[in-house]
């Protein structure tokens, strides 16, 4: 079973891994523009099997509520993912706050789609799950992510040093966060 929202020119869907190809085509086009972002990946990481064990997991975790990933699609070609966006560190509680992380297909970058996915789903967070803060972390050189949080109405809180490792080297990001005002 997933979860499945529409905007104006989206679906947006959490994936089991019955999805495992869809989503090994989206990240293996893509290689080349994440891999610069991301941690280091396991060797088989762009296999049908790594694939299916991180769905799998990442639908249990949802579940739960500890982890959340919405694939995403355009409404004119429901079978083809053009990116994703995660909530992940979820901290309930007295924090009632998560991290967001997204990816999307180079083919429709400069197109609105990474803000009219983020957009609702910050929306929805808020009020429809009760967050009161997302945070995001952004290298500094990712200018493109950076005028994407802007835009949305995310602010600068500061630099974290050495915060995360890419890549085998321990990096500074830049920290925003939009809180929930209502």
């Known amino acids: 079973m997933t979860d499945i929202f529409t905007t104006r020119r989206l679906i947006l869907k959490t994936l089991d891994a019955s999805y495992t190809n869809e989503v090994l085509a989206f990240l293996s086009r893509n290689s080349e523009i994440f891999e610069p972002f991301d941690a280091a990946l396991p060797d088989n990481y762009y296999t049908f099997g790594y694939i299916h064990q991180l769905l799998d997991g990442e639908f ?5 509520g500890s982890y959340l990933r919405f ?11 053009i990116g994703t966006v995660a909530f992940h560190n979820i901290r309930r509680g007295a924090y009632q706050s998560f991290e967001i992380g ?3 297909d180079k083919e429709y970058h400069h197109k609105g789609y990474a803000t009219e996915a983020i957009t609702f789903l910050c929306h929805m967070a808020f009020n429809s799950m009760h967050f009161h803060r997302i945070e995001a972390m952004i290298l500094p050189e990712n200018s493109a992510s950076i005028r994407l949080l ?6 600068l809180e500061g630099v974290s040093p050495n915060s ?18 209502s």
Not at 72 to 79: A, H, L, M, V, Y
Not at 150 to 155: H, K, L, N, S, V
């Open 60 to 64: 249990k975790l949802a579940r739960h």
């Open 102 to 104: 997204y990816k999307f």
């Open 71 to 81: 694939w995403i699609f355009e409404k004119t070609n429901p079978d083809y993912i």
């Open 150 to 155: 802007e835009r949305i109405g995310f602010t």
């Open 164 to 181: 995360i490792c890419i890549q085998g080297k321990w990096r500074d990001h830049l920290r925003y966060y939009l809180l929930n005002e």
